[in-house]
C-alpha cells in the first residue's frame, strides 16, 4: 500500500544518510485498493507496530491500543498457551524474512491455484483508490528525488499459471499509469511480470 511506503519512508528518510537507490513495486494491484478494504485489522496493527495513523481510522477502537483486542480475545489466549506471545511465525528472523519449505512447490503451482489467485487479486481492485495511491506514490518520488535518491518502479516477475488469468484491461491500464509517472518524474521501470529468463523453481 503506498499510503504505508510514503510514511515509512518519511519517517526514516533523514536518518538514511547512504541511500541512493530505492525500488518500489508498482504490479497488477497496486493502485487499486487499500488494506482496509481486504481486512480491517491490519491497520491497527500498523499502528500499533509503526505509530502509523491511516487517515480515517477510528481512534476509539481498541485495536489501535490492544494487541489482545486486535487478534481477538480467543487467538491471544492461544498465541500466549503457545509461546508465540506475538501471533507471528516462530520463524521469522532478525531481517524480517520468513522462510518456507519449498518441497512441494511443483504439485501447489498450478493452474487451478493460479486462477484462485488471479481472481482474488481481480476482485479486490477498486478503481476509485486509484487516484488516491497514485498521489501517495507521487509523494514518495518527490521526497526520494529531492534526497537524491535514484526511483526504480518494479513490476515483478509471476509464473505464467497466474499470470494467464490476470485482466490485460488492468493491465494496460496500469501500465499508462505507470508511464505517466516516469515521465513526470524522470524514473526508471523495469517490467519483468512476463520475463521468461524465470522458472517454476524460482517461484513458492
Known amino acids: 500500500n503506498y499510503f504505508y511506503d510514503k510514511e515509512l519512508t518519511l519517517k526514516y528518510l533523514d536518518r538514511l544518510k547512504k541511500l541512493k537507490l530505492v525500488f518500489i513495486s508498482a504490479d497488477y494491484i497496486s493502485f487499486y485498493y ?4 481486504v481486512a480491517d485489522w491490519i491497520d491497527y496493527g500498523y499502528y500499533q507496530a509503526w505509530g502509523i495513523h491511516y487517515p480515517g481510522l477510528n481512534w476509539r477502537d481498541s485495536r489501535n491500543y490492544s494487541s489482545f483486542m486486535l487478534y481477538t480475545p480467543l ?25 518456507e519449505d519449498s518441497a512441494g512447490y511443483k504439485d501447489r503451482i498450478t493452474d487451478s491455484s493460479g486462477l484462485f489467485r488471479a481472481r482474488y487479486h481481480t476482485n479486490i481492485i477498486n ?16 521526497a526520494l528525488k529531492k534526497k537524491g535518491v535514484e526511483v526504480i518502479l518494479i513490476n515483478a516477475p509471476v509464473f505464467s499459471t497466474y499470470s494467464k488469468f490476470l485482466d490485460t ?3 494496460h491500464h496500469t501500465s499508462n499509469i505507470v508511464q505517466q509517472i516516469v515521465a513526470k518524474f524522470n524514473c526508471r521501470y523495469k517490467d519483468y511480470s512476463m520475463d521468461r529468463r524465470f522458472s517454476i523453481t524460482d517461484y513458492h
Open 34 to 37: 487499500r488494506i482496509k478494504d
Open 75 to 99: 487467538n491471544s489466549v492461544k498465541y500466549i498457551l503457545s509461546g508465540d506471545k506475538k501471533g507471528m511465525s516462530k520463524n521469522v528472523k532478525p531481517d524480517g524474512f520468513n522462510p
Open 127 to 142: 478503481y476509485s483508490r486509484e487516484s488516491e495511491n497514485t498521489e501517495h506514490l507521487e509523494k514518495l518520488i518527490l
Open 169 to 171: 484491461g488492468i493491465i
